[in-house]
């Protein structure tokens, strides 16, 4: 087990080299001058070349590349253009905030997937299961800040039931009971559709699993149903990490919208603000560290899967 | 001839309906047999014979999906109408399955001696976790696996095909049952690795004494295995008897079909030979005797009527009336 997931540890270095190539390349090729962004449409072509100089932005690429993994690997993210302040303590909050708001996220869809999947999978007839099927549709469906911003309407704003936005009330309140009131509506919008997606992969593996000769195996040994149930749902989980493995690295990358409409200080809202304002040593390290924390979960999904099923340890 | 009420397993008039929302099927019509202490009885047939279907339905293994008729009994006690906690105890208890694939009998997640230590605990056999883990290491080495502490700690997946089985087959005589059902048991094993399987279990049978039902479509395996065969087309018995005789002197005109078929070693010939048509699909079995379409030897009232099973020689019965019958109806 250890050395599987040292493989894996090892497997992860080219993995997140070949993402630091990309992003540097794709920063490279999208429209846009830094330094025009940085002087201002009035700066002199003196200044400019000045600029240009003191940046790097002379080197070849590959120069440019290695002194910016240099940096990057130092810890030294750079200098934000519009804030003129530290990208790394900036990048690591929202991180934090981000991988907050995922997590919270995570349990909902995992919880609410598991329950509807396993409900419409054992009783496949009944308005129950009927039900669950269409609201897994529905909420795979419809585009997540729609439903932010109906949850915000009649919820927030009408209601008065939670927070509108924010990650802690302005006038003092702070503490867990304050960031947990914030984290409700963002959290279950955010849910939605990884929720949706794990209950259908969910339903679609139980009735495999249900299927499998050992099933009839089981119950031919004499276990009780109950102990037949729990084989076959321990056979279910290694399927479970790898949809919810993969939809939890989906939903980094993908709570941009709901930061953005629940205005939540993490990664994304970051990133989206940066891309307005062309801070360019914003971006690339909002999107180097999102890369890195979806190698990361990867791995520690690989490493869950190694533990449940002993087939792929070897 | 009187059947024991004390036979360790008596089925008589077995039927199996599986039924769906939209319909309903037959797959056994009505199967008697008697199996005594320590004997041996082969079910052969085709694929959709109801063979496999007579077996389970004994275990009770299709739950609400099929509904049952007739009687089964074990030592005298009625199976079918049992409450869930009493075929609980009986199921891996007092009789047991070995299913046709290895691989899919076992949990794959699991390794092979937590899987032995859960029936043990299951039926009481050992209630301590040491005891339980000693007594499946012993299983283990009972059925001829010569590292048993070494395969009690590996997963399903790390053993060869034929290792496998005999972890199944360990499993199953774990709480030494009284009746063995073995259904096609070497089907999904290398050639060199069935024999070994088929001596194993008549080594454990001789030594306990286990009665052990066999389903199989290899006539091979019937030869090889001897004690009594009966041999099923489309959910019925329509020849039964010793092995060897039958198999030796068929009485029923699909029997001896059946052993036409087989390729007799050494002879050259330039084809093969088949019995002429296919076995009626399941749920759509014809009026009369269910071969009397493929039958050579069909006289028009074979369309209409469905012979019974009577004796035809002394401890042999056959479904035809075309061979030559000397005894009257055989007692159910």
Same mark, same amino acid.
């Given at each position: ?38 002087? #201002? ?14 940046? =790097? ?12 993994? =240099?940096?990057?690997? %130092? ?56 039900? =669950? ?10 585009? /997540? ?14 209601? #008065?039931?939670?927070?509108? *936005? ?22 279950? %919008? ?13 339903? *679609? ?33 290694? *399927?479970?990490? %790898?949809?919810?493995?993969? /939809? ?5 990358? =993908? ?17 989206? /603000?940066?891309? %307005? /304002? ?7 390290? #909002? ?28 | ?124 056999? +050992? ?9 499946? +290491? ?45 259904? +096609? ?118 369309? +209409? ?28």
């Amino acid at each position: 087990m250890a050395s599987y997931v040292g493989k894996r540890l090892l497997m992860a270095i080219p993995i997140l080299f070949g993402v630091s190539i990309v992003i540097f390349i794709t920063i490279k090729i999208i429209p846009g001058d830094p330094v025009a962004s940085l002087l #201002g449409p009035t700066g002199s072509p003196e200044a400019r070349a000045a600029l240009t100089e003191r940046l =790097g932005l002379n080197d070849p690429w590959p120069v440019q590349y290695v002194k910016w993994l =240099g940096h990057t690997l %130092t810890g030294d993210l750079g200098t934000s253009i519009a804030r003129r302040s530290d990208v790394a303590p900036m990048v690591l909050d929202a991180l934090a905030n981000t991988l907050i708001l995922s997590a919270a996220a995570a349990v909902i869809a995992i919880v609410l997937g598991v329950a509807v999947g396993a409900l419409t999978a054992l009783r496949r007839t009944g308005v129950l299961a009927r039900l =669950g099927n269409a609201l897994a549709l529905f909420s795979i469906s419809v585009p /997540q800040y729609s439903i932010g911003l109906l949850l915000i309407i009649y919820l927030a704003a009408g209601a #008065g039931l939670f927070p509108v *936005s924010g990650m802690y009330a302005a006038n003092g309140g702070g503490g867990f009971v304050d960031l947990f009131n914030h984290l409700i509506l963002p959290a279950v %919008t955010a849910a939605l559709v990884p929720a949706g997606i794990i209950a259908r992969m969910f339903r *679609s593996s139980v009735l495999d699993v249900m299927s499998m000769d050992f099933v009839e195996a089981l119950t031919a040994r004499g276990l009780s149903h109950r102990r037949v149930m729990l084989h076959a749902f321990h056979n279910t989980v290694p *399927s479970l990490l %790898t949809v919810a493995g993969l /939809q939890i690295g989906y939903l980094l990358g =993908g709570v941009i919208f709901v930061e953005a409409v629940f205005a939540w200080p993490g990664i994304g809202l970051l990133v989206y /603000q940066s891309i %307005t /304002q062309r801070d360019l040593p914003v971006i690339q390290a #909002g999107v180097l560290v999102s890369a890195l924390a979806f190698v990361m979960l990867n791995l520690v999904v690989d490493a869950l899967h190694g533990l449940v099923d002993p087939r792929i340890r070897a | 001839m009187s059947t024991s009420s004390v036979a360790p397993l008596q089925v008589t008039s077995l039927t199996t309906t599986f039924v769906s929302r939209h319909r309903s099927v037959d797959v056994v019509r009505g199967v008697s047999f008697t199996l005594r202490r320590g004997e041996t009885m082969m079910l052969l047939g085709e694929s959709g014979s109801g063979k496999s279907v007579t077996a389970r339905s004994i275990m009770q293994l299709y739950g609400a999906s099929a509904k049952l008729g007739g009687s089964v009994t074990m030592n005298g006690m009625e199976l079918l109408g049992m409450s869930g906690s009493e075929l609980r105890s009986l199921r891996g208890g007092q009789v047991a399955l070995i299913p046709q694939d290895p691989t899919g009998a076992l949990d794959p997640l699991r390794r092979i001696g937590a899987q032995l230590v859960e029936v043990l605990n299951v039926h009481g056999v +050992e209630t301590t976790k040491p005891a339980a883990r000693r007594r499946a +290491e012993e299983l283990l080495a009972m059925v001829g696996i010569p590292d048993p502490k070494r395969v009690a700690d590996s997963y399903p997946h790390q053993l060869s095909g034929g290792m496998r089985q005999r972890a199944v087959i360990a499993i199953a005589v774990s709480c030494d049952p009284q009746v063995l059902i073995a259904d +096609e048991p070497t089907t999904a094993l290398d050639v060199t690795v069935q024999a070994q399987i088929l001596e194993l279990i008549v080594e454990l049978q001789q030594r306990s004494g286990t009665a052990v039902l066999m389903v199989t479509h290899d006539v091979g395996v019937a030869r090889d295995f001897g004690g009594r065969i009966g041999v099923m087309y489309a959910g019925k018995l329509v020849e039964e008897g010793p092995a060897a005789q039958v198999l030796g002197d068929p009485k029923h005109p699909y029997t001896a079909g059946l052993l036409a078929a087989l390729p007799t070693p050494g002879v050259e010939r330039g084809h093969l030979r088949s019995i002429v048509g296919a076995p009626p699909p399941v749920g759509a079995f014809p009026a009369g005797c269910a071969f009397a379409p493929r039958c050579p030897q069909a006289r028009p009232s074979c369309h +209409e009527q469905d012979p019974p099973l009577v004796d035809v020689a002394p401890d042999r019965s056959a479904a035809c009336p075309v061979v030559n019958t000397t005894v009257g109806e055989r007692a159910a």
